[in-house]
């Protein structure tokens, strides 16, 4: 009973020192969003104590709870929600049941979680799509890829290219009634990393160019080349994700050795010879004064790990690489980005980009806003007004 008490014990005040920990004046439902962010540094704290006493990875302690808010594929009045998969990856399908005159619209959805957690049947994202698919009386698609660290990079990706591929099948478009000049690829975070990468490719392929008429991107991480730009720096204990959570599980992706994170952090991680890189995702030149702050530009350190890893030099896991010629291709484009978010930078970074050569963007910033409010739980005002965003953009423009 002692040691009950004494573990509960440590355990209150390691959350009463968490909860109490500085996030900005300006957050909507601030007690809602400290309540949250004191949950996720405890979370992380107890993963990160469970694998060094050899009981549970860190990332796995973490799927625990991603399993709890796994949904079934309930049909309601409006949607018929379907579990299949398309090329062997898993798909959650949402079809409306109300005729149509003409062909609907299609969103394929590609959910986030640092590419190592979630899934496109978590309520959250189940609820997202469900939304969409009856708002926009569109067939949405959700993508079960594959998870890091069993299926490093770039399975995941792969997996939502073979996915993209097989629903754009002439055969497959008439089977669900969809557009074949009104199709949307999407996704949160990671996600939108996905989303991302999958929309360049296709777009610079003869097979597929033109195909899709938009992607829509929701607080993207775009990058690994530089781990300490000014949003970073800003938000580097969250709220809700921290760097150090960020860094640690999305390195997973890449490699299970830890050497990469712990560089990473130190922005030590890139090999030699990869200088010639940085110019594609240089803050200094590309991100608006505003966000600038005080912070000086200094390039990442090269040449400090004694691994290689080719991802890291690829445009297929940092898609901000690609070359503006590349980009000159994309389709009709959403962005939105959160103020109080480590991955700001990198969907401010793009917008510029895309901008400069040519790109059609449409771009919310939320200055109150964090990472993840899609997905957290207690239905954060914010969410809904970033779920509300994304939809009403996919209306008007699909």
Not at 80 to 99: E, G, N
Request: hydrophobic share 40%; proline share 6%.
């Amino acid at each position: 009973m002692g040691y009950k008490t004494l573990c509960f014990g440590l355990f209150c005040i390691l959350f009463a020192y968490c909860i109490y920990i500085p996030i900005p004046e300006n957050i909507e439902e601030r007690r809602k969003v400290q309540f949250l962010d004191a949950v996720m540094k405890m979370l992380s704290f107890m993963a990160k104590m469970f694998e060094h006493m050899g009981l549970i990875k860190y990332e796995d302690f973490f799927s625990i709870f991603v399993r709890m808010q796994l949904t079934k594929p309930v049909s309601d009045e409006n949607i018929t929600v379907i579990d299949t998969d398309f090329s062997d990856i898993p798909v959650r399908l949402y079809l409306p049941k109300r005729k149509s005159e003409r062909q609907r619209p299609a969103v394929i959805f590609i959910h986030g979680g640092a590419f190592t957690l979630g899934s496109c049947k978590m309520f959250a994202y189940d609820e997202l799509n469900r939304q969409t698919a009856n708002k926009l009386d569109a067939v949405v698609v959700g993508v079960d890829y594959r998870l890091a660290p069993q299926y490093p990079f770039p399975a995941a990706l792969e997996d939502c290219v073979l996915v993209i591929k097989f629903f754009l099948q002439d055969s497959v478009l008439e089977k669900y009634g969809v557009d074949p000049a009104r199709i949307c690829i999407s996704g949160d975070s990671c996600g939108g990393t996905l989303a991302t990468a999958a929309t360049q490719l296709l777009q610079n392929n003869p097979e597929h160019k033109g195909k899709i008429k938009a992607q829509a991107l929701l607080y993207p991480g775009l990058q690994f080349i530089d781990s300490l730009t000014p949003s970073h720096q800003d938000y580097e204990h969250g709220p809700f994700l921290s760097r150090e959570i960020g860094i640690k599980l999305a390195c997973l992706y890449v490699t299970k050795d830890t050497a990469l994170p712990e560089a990473m952090h130190r922005n030590e991680h890139m090999p030699k010879g990869s200088s010639h890189l940085f110019k594609f995702v240089n803050w200094s030149h590309f991100l608006p004064e505003k966000y600038k702050k005080n912070h000086v530009y200094t390039e990442p350190t090269l040449g400090k790990l004694n691994a290689f890893y080719p991802a890291l030099v690829d445009s297929r896991l940092s898609p901000l690489l690609v070359s503006d010629s590349q980009l000159q291709s994309l389709p009709l484009t959403y962005i939105l980005t959160c103020e109080h978010d480590i991955l700001r930078d990198d969907g401010l970074i793009y917008i510029t980009r895309l901008r400069n050569v040519g790109v059609q963007v449409t771009h919310d910033h939320i200055e109150e806003g964090i990472h993840g409010a899609l997905i957290v739980p207690f239905n954060l005002h914010l969410g809904l007004r970033i779920r509300d965003k994304y939809i009403s953009w996919l209306q008007k423009n699909l």
